[in-house]
Antibody
C-alpha cells in the first residue's frame, strides 16, 4: 500500500537550517509529484511547493522561494525539504503529500507530519 | 494568490443532526475541463489531513455517503447529512487550480 514516512521531530535555533525527509513506497516514485504543506500553530495549512521526482524539477511558493530547496534520491525513493534561515514563525508541522489517485491535484496520501520547532 | 474563506470557523453539532460548511474563493476555480479544482479535507485531532471530496463534489474512496460536496465557480459547500462522533475535527477546503495552492482557515466541528 502507498505510504509516505517522514523523518522525526527537529529542534533548531533561529538562523539555522533544517532538512526533513519523506520516504515513499507502494507506487512508482518517479511518476508522481510530491508536495510539501506546513501547518503553523493556529494557522491555516500552507502549500510550500512541489518536486517532480522523475526529473528533479521543483516549483516553490514565492513566499519560500529564497529559503527552501527540494531534492530527491531516486535510489531511496526519498524526497528532502531543506528550509534555511529559520525563524520562530517557521515553527510548524511539515507534511509531504501527493496527488496520486484523483484528478485536480487532490492530495490523497499524506505523511505523518514532522514537527519543526525554532527557538533560541 | 487565490484567497479561500471558510465559514463558520467553529461548528457545534448535535449527533444525528446535519452540518454545512461554506467555502468561497476570490477567483473562479472552474478549470477548462469543466471541473472545479476545489477539494475538501478532514483533519482529525493529532492526525494528518485526509481527502474527503475532490473536484468539488466527488467523494474519495471509502468516504461515507453522509458527506457531500456541491458548488461551482467561487462558492462551495460541504454537507454532512447526519453527524456522528467520528466526524469531529477541522475541515479544510483547498484550491488546486493555480499555484500557490491555498487553503481556507479551517472549520472546527465539535459535538454538542
Amino acid at each position: 500500500q502507498v505510504q509516505l514516512v517522514q523523518s522525526g521531530a527537529e529542534m533548531k535555533k533561529p538562523g539555522a537550517s533544517v532538512q526533513v525527509s519523506c520516504k515513499a513506497s507502494g507506487y512508482t516514485f518517479t511518476s508522481h509529484s510530491l508536495h510539501w504543506v506546513r501547518q503553523a500553530p493556529g494557522q491555516r495549512l500552507e502549500w510550500m511547493g512541489a518536486i517532480n521526482p522523475g526529473n528533479g524539477n521543483s516549483k516553490y511558493s514565492q513566499k519560500f522561494q529564497d529559503r527552501v530547496t527540494f531534492t530527491r534520491d531516486t535510489s531511496a525513493n526519498t524526497v528532502f525539504m531543506e528550509l534555511r534561515s529559520l525563524r520562530s514563525e517557521d515553527t510548524a508541522v511539515y507534511f509531504c503529500t501527493n496527488p496520486l489517485s484523483f484528478g485536480g491535484n487532490a492530495f490523497d496520501y499524506w505523511g505523518q507530519g514532522t514537527q519543526v520547532t525554532v527557538s533560541s | 494568490d487565490i484567497v479561500m474563506t471558510q465559514s463558520p470557523v467553529s461548528l457545534p453539532v448535535t449527533p444525528g443532526e446535519p452540518a454545512s460548511i461554506s467555502c468561497r474563493s476570490s477567483q473562479s476555480l472552474l478549470h477548462g475541463n469543466g471541473y472545479n479544482y476545489l477539494h475538501w479535507y478532514l483533519q482529525k485531532p493529532g492526525r494528518s489531513p485526509q481527502l474527503l471530496i475532490h473536484l468539488g463534489s466527488i467523494r474519495a474512496s471509502g468516504v461515507p455517503d453522509r458527506f457531500s460536496g456541491s458548488g461551482s465557480g467561487t462558492d462551495f459547500t460541504l454537507r454532512i447529512s447526519r453527524v456522528v462522533a467520528e466526524d469531529v475535527g477541522v475541515y479544510h477546503c483547498m484550491q488546486a487550480l493555480q499555484t500557490p495552492y491555498t487553503f481556507g482557515q479551517g472549520t472546527r466541528l465539535e459535538i454538542k
